[in-house]
């Protein structure tokens, strides 16, 4: 429509900017922040009258979603888990699996009143819900009484041979991990599995509905494998 392609979608969503700035500005505002972004770059969506407002309007997505997507959950996460920390982040990605059955909704609302309307029906929703969520997210303050995993303090006294133990754990500073090799590769990976999963949702849905005459809520359904 427009002049939009599917593979003008799928390039498009493969490119969400690094969330660098968590260190500096903390998660929850990174949250908040994500989430307002993302309901501006939805309403901007449903607004697009040709390819190149579709473009800024997608990047200015990506950049939403990458604020208040997995990485800013997984670093305040990280925060106030140490021995659970894989099965706190573990739950994590079941939300974010959770969320896939959404699709179905979507594309009852996308055939019922048009996408426009369906993207417009998203951006409220995530106003609503998306920002109250964001203002509980928090990382864990370094004098926070409570320890980690949500440990009991020994009441007894520390022997006074034993050393005390440091309420601060210490991780890699942001550019040396960002340059490590290790980091690059992995993100490589990212990089690349995302795009073949993008490129094969976006293009399922059309292909069922072009193809196979399938409807179009019908043909969302289908994205709920990749969740």
């Known amino acids: 429509e427009d002049g939009i392609r599917d593979r003008d979608v799928t390039g498009v969503q493969t490119c969400a900017l690094p969330i660098l700035f968590i260190d500096r500005f903390g998660t929850r505002i990174s949250m908040v922040a994500g989430v307002l972004l993302t309901v501006v770059g939805f309403v901007a969506i449903s607004l697009v009258q040709d390819l190149a407002q579709f473009y800024a309007a997608m990047v200015l997505t990506a950049v939403g979603t990458s604020a208040c997507g997995y990485p800013v959950a997984f670093a305040a996460t990280a ?50 819900l998306g920002v109250p969520g964001a203002l ?24 006074t041979n034993t050393p005390a133990a440091s309420t601060v754990a210490w991780g890699v500073p942001v550019w040396p991990a960002v340059c490590s090799r290790s980091f690059i ?43």
Do not use: C, K
Not at 99 to 121: D, H, T
Not at 136 to 151: E, N
């Open 79 to 128: 925060t106030w888990f140490n021995r659970r920390r894989s099965t706190a982040m573990a739950l994590i990605t079941i939300g974010g699996a959770i969320g896939g059955v959404f699709a179905v909704v979507v594309g009852q609302l996308a055939e019922a009143y048009g996408w426009r309307v369906a993207m417009q029906v998203l951006a409220a929703g995530m106003l609503l």
């Open 136 to 159: 509980q997210v928090r990382s864990r303050p370094d004098d926070h009484p409570q320890p980690l995993d949500g440990a009991r303090v020994d009441p007894r006294p520390a022997a």
């Open 185 to 227: 590769l992995m993100s490589l990976g990212v990089i690349a599995l995302t795009f073949a999963t993008n490129a094969v949702v976006v293009h399922q849905i059309a292909y069922l509905e072009r193809e196979l005459a399938t409807p179009r809520a019908l043909a969302a359904t289908s994205v709920t494998v990749f969740s």
